[in-house]
């Protein structure tokens, strides 16, 4: 492999965007009509880890405004190549990268911990921001191979909910903006979103400006919509499959 990109190449990758776009938002617009929801009821999210900046000039180029990285190192790089979008994002974030990721994002998926809403509302306060957050609910409980493997996507347990919205919604700097959740590996998509679902009804009860459920990748992003997502959050299907973490 090389790392020169002829100018033929660039071109021809732009069109495989457009094109791959054109079918997430076919499929997009397919799923909100089944579940009788409305064309626009969906917002597309594009998670463009492990791809190169030029992938995210030309989606933002074709007009896909909210763009995610789950890792701090790959945000502070791309996001201030590119302002002209709004960057969420939705990866397991220490404490002590929370400044930086601050500084990039505008909206973070991934709330789990009450030392990490410490963390962002110091961070935001200082940067003289609002954050929005969501806090990330774990669907273990849908997954039995996630708990025999010991392999967990994180998050907040579902009874945690109430008193991690309560500390967010208190902190300067922040705002609750809803939840967001993984569907365990080996789970039933259907039935762990219709669970995040339940979780979302109740936040929203409580707190009526905390609206999103960000929910829905590649693979199950029908099952999300059934269920009320609000948010997609989509690599493969957009970008092609990942190259192997270096
Ligand atoms: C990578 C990632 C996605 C996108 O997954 P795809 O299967 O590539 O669509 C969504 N959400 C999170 C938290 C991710 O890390």
């Known amino acids: 492999m090389t790392d020169a990109v002829t100018p033929e190449d660039a071109v021809d990758r732009e069109n495989q965007l457009r094109d791959n776009l054109r079918a997430v938002r076919e499929r997009l617009q397919t799923a909100c009509v089944a579940a009788g929801r409305a064309e626009d009821a969906v917002t597309l999210v594009a998670i463009t880890k492990t791809f190169p900046i ?20 790959e945000l502070k790089v791309k996001a201030p190549d590119c302002q002209d979008v709004t960057w969420h994002f939705v990866g397991q974030l220490q404490s002590n990268k929370a400044r930086s990721v601050v500084r990039c994002a505008a909206v ?5 911990r009450s030392s990490l809403v410490k963390a962002l509302s110091r961070a935001a306060v200082e940067e003289g921001k609002t954050l929005r957050c969501l ?30 919205a309560a500390e967010v919604a208190g902190a300067d700097g ?5 939840v967001m959740a993984v569907a365990p590996l080996g789970s039933d998509p259907d039935e762990a979103f219709a669970g995040l679902e339940s979780v979302a009804s109740r936040l929203r009860s409580e707190h009526t400006g905390a609206d999103w459920i ?14 009320g997502a609000t948010h997609v959050r989509l690599g493969r299907a957009l970008l092609g499959t990942r190259p192997p973490l270096g």
């Open 54 to 73: 030029s992938d995210v000039r030309a989606l933002a180029a074709l007009g896909v405004h909210d763009l995610g990285e789950n890792r701090e190192q």
């Open 108 to 112: 973070v998926h991934s709330v789990d």
């Open 135 to 164: 806090l990330q609910v774990s669907l273990a409980a849908y997954g039995p191979a996630e708990a025999a493997t010991g392999m967990t996507r994180g998050g907040v347990a579902p009874d945690d909910v109430p008193a991690l």
């Open 174 to 178: 922040l705002e609750l903006g809803g």
């Open 214 to 227: 960000s929910a829905g990748m590649s693979g199950d992003l029908e099952a999300a919509i059934r269920h």
